[in-house]
Each structure stands twice: as C-alpha cells, then as structure tokens.
C-alpha cells in the first residue's frame, strides 16, 4: 500500500515539468480544496492536499489538456452523502477498481497521476523479550539518484452538498502486488507510470483497465 510519501517539488515547478495548466499553485475560485499544497513536504499522510496531474478540457469545445491540481488525497464519491463522514479511501486495489461502487467510475473516466519523490513502508522490528515485536522501522522507497516517480491513481469531481458552487476534487493511488525485492517489505506497492506510457494513462481511451500498466511497474525500485 502507499499510506504516506514525500514530495519536495512545489507546484509551479511540477507544471512545467510535466508540460500542464497550473491550477495547483492559485486554485480557481469554485475548486475545493481552495488552498494550494505546501511544499517541501517529507512526511505526506492521507487527507493531505496535493498536486495531482490529469486530463481535461478546460474551455468548451476546447480539447483536453494536462492540468496539475490541487485536490484531497483520498477519493470522495460524487454520491457521498452530505453530512456524512469523508471517506479515506486513499489506495485502491488495481484487481478490484471495476468493481468496487467507489471507484468503479473513476476507473472508467478519470485517471490521474500523483508525483512523489518516494513513499514509506514500515516493517516491524526484531522481536524483543518474550518475542513481542519490536518497533517498526520505515523504509523509504525510490529510484536510484532520487528520481521523481508517478504513481497511477484516479480522481474524482463531486458537487459540494452544501454549495453547488464548488466542486470537490479527490484522488486516490492505485496499488499493485509488490515486485521483486520490494515483496521484502510489504506485499502492496503503488502502480508506477512511466514516461512512455504517461499520456496514454491519463486518456481512459487508450489504457482503460489499468492492469495494462502493471507489467515493469517498480523495476527500477
């Protein structure tokens, strides 16, 4: 799974190297969250909010563009009661996306991509006394040399209950089961998009499923 990440890129520069609109650094107003995501940020945890890369048409009869947002980790279904509590639903299994009521709509409409520099997994300690676990001790995950990753995810835009006004924007990453040496950690990892593939992730139209991406996904990790 993917529960918490870093990322020391601040908006701005993400944009130009991703080639997209920025509405993350000044949402526009309408657009929840409103504020834009801090950066640097080591330790990034879910409900956090942060850039997100998708694809849209931002003007009518514009075609679609990349556009970085802002938006909350953890995908809110457009059907989510008012009142009711948010979920967190900040990982989605990529076996089981068509078929789950919270993202089986994203999975067929909206993809997204979230860059990070790397994310943490923790691994309980050497048992101790008594053979109680011991702490558990974080690993840090990344690519050699420090390079930036994406991670598969979709988005979601939901009407706010209580202002019709404002729309709601939510995410969550997708994960995979781990591959090679990462199966020594944790039995999840979040589904990398490479550069090669990029612009066909963010297009429902041409990587529909995104078991398609899971092949490769973290070798160089």
Sequence with gaps: MCGRYSLTSDPAQLAMEL?????????PPGLWPAEPP????????PTTTIPVLAREALDEGAGPVRVLHAMRWGLVPSWAREGARLPTLFNARVETAFEKPSFRAAVRRRHCVVPMDGWYEWVPGEPGPGGKPGPKQPYWMSLPGDEGLLMAGLWEARRDPADESVTQLSCTILTTEALGPLRAVHDRMPLVVGPAVLADWLDPAAIGDPRALVDGAGGDL
């Design 19 to 27: 080639d997209a609109v920025d509405r993350a650094s000044a949402p």
């Design 38 to 45: 801090r950066s640097p940020r080591y330790n990034i945890a």
